[in-house]
């Protein structure tokens, strides 16, 4: 990638949309060291982190922590793909976990822009579900599913397994919905799924970056954190230069090239039905397992279309396929260990090190091997 003239490059900025509050020190500076990474792997500067008294030049490449809906878009004047590493909405839903499902037979409520036409499409490659904006429509829901087995309750923006709980009847239900409260239900709505045991999840995505594009699948990692729970660990991916055209034609497991056309097909439903929407990073969740009757369930969690767990991978594959354009297929994984004296490759890319006030010492890291 030649270099442009200084006052062609873009300025690159980091954009916390103002809920620095609700997210930990370790999440924030891993978001601003990625944000540097591409701003070299552009050859861009980099501004640091957005601040709205500032006049920025028009040049310019946010790397938001969050899907935008398309009113923040153009306040900020992003027009296309090319001018983030992330993703733009229409709506504010469709970037979260309620899209994935259609509403419950005779629902009453639903959020401005809501397409029922996509629900009733993707519904083959999603699991069984649906989303709820009110109490009785999430009652209706869970009645439906528990036929079958217990229910799991998902927040619609909960990260790495968060926001989630199995609710096995009425009462459970009930005190999750009380959590959340009337007034954030009916804003946001809530996702009832089937719940299933054992579930594996591949992760399918295609990230775009100053002139490269690159697809990938693989699998996620959990890892024990300092608390003493079972959290994302990390991601090891196959990447291959191109869309996922691409992607489609290497040799892989089964399982991986059911994954690719559950999350293609999701992908295109979406461009499909939502006119406003664009990403340059899009991420897919596939899970599959079983149900308490014993039925096997594959198919689309949610999307992510933000900077997200594997994004240190993508850009370290980005770099080696910017760094030789001879190579095709390169795999990158990223890492992230919890506690002291963390055992780093010494060909490690660390993006992340330090004692975060709530989570404890973290250290995160990226590999590539060619």
């Known amino acids: 990638m030649n270099a442009l003239p200084s006052d062609e490059r873009p300025v690159v900025i980091a954009y916390s949309q103002g809920r620095k ?21 552009m050859g861009a500067s980099f501004a640091g982190e957005f601040d709205p008294a500032r006049q920025y030049p028009a040049n310019r490449y946010l790397i938001p ?24 909405v229409p709506f504010p839903f469709v970037g979260t976990k309620v899209v994935v499902h259609g509403l419950p037979p005779g629902a009453h409520e639903a959020p401005e822009g809501w397409a029922s036409g996509f629900g009733e499409r993707v519904s083959g490659i999603v699991l069984p579900g649906f989303s709820a904006f009110t109490r009785g429509d999430a009652h209706a829901a869970a009645s ?3 036929r079958d087995g217990a229910v799991r309750l998902k927040r619609p923006s909960g990260i790495g397994g968060t926001g989630q709980a199995v609710v096995a009847d009425r009462a459970a239900l009930d005190a999750q919905l009380d959590d959340i409260g009337e007034e954030a239900l009916r804003a946001e709505g809530v996702v009832l799924e089937r719940d299933l045991q054992d579930i594996e999840t591949l992760s399918v995505g295609r990230a775009c970056l100053g002139g490269l594009e690159a697809s990938y699948y693989g699998v996620q990692r959990l890892t024990t954190n300092n608390h003493g729970h079972q959290v994302y660990g990390g991601s090891d991916l196959v990447v291959v230069r ?10 892989m497991p089964a399982e991986a090239q059911t994954a690719i056309e559950q999350s293609r097909a999701f992908d295109e439903a979406v461009s499909d039905t939502f ?8 991420n897919y969740d596939v899970g599959s397992g079983t149900d308490a009757r014993g039925q096997t369930y594959r198919g689309v969690l949610e999307q992510s279309w933000r900077i997200g767990g594997a994004s240190g991978a993508e850009i370290g594959a980005l770099k080696a396929l910017r760094d030789d354009p001879a190579v095709r297929i390169v795999r990158a994984s990223t890492t992230e260990i919890y506690g002291a004296n ?8 660390v993006y992340y090190h330090g004692i975060d006030p709530h989570a404890g010492e973290i250290t995160k890291y990226c590999t590539v091997d060619g």
Not at 22 to 40: D, N, S
Not at 275 to 282: I, L, M, N, P, T
């Open 144 to 146: 439906l599913l528990w």
């Open 21 to 41: 509050a609700a997210r930990g020190r370790h999440e924030i500076e891993t978001q601003l060291e990625l944000a540097r990474q591409i701003a070299a792997l």
């Open 342 to 349: 963390a055992a780093v490759p010494a060909d490690a890319c």
């Open 242 to 251: 191109g869309g996922f055209d691409a992607l489609s034609c290497i040799d």
């Open 275 to 282: 006119d406003g929407f664009f990403a340059s990073r899009r």
């Open 65 to 88: 922590d969050d899907t935008l809906d398309s009113h923040d878009a153009r306040r900020l004047g992003l027009a296309s793909e090319r001018n983030l590493y992330g993703g733009v």
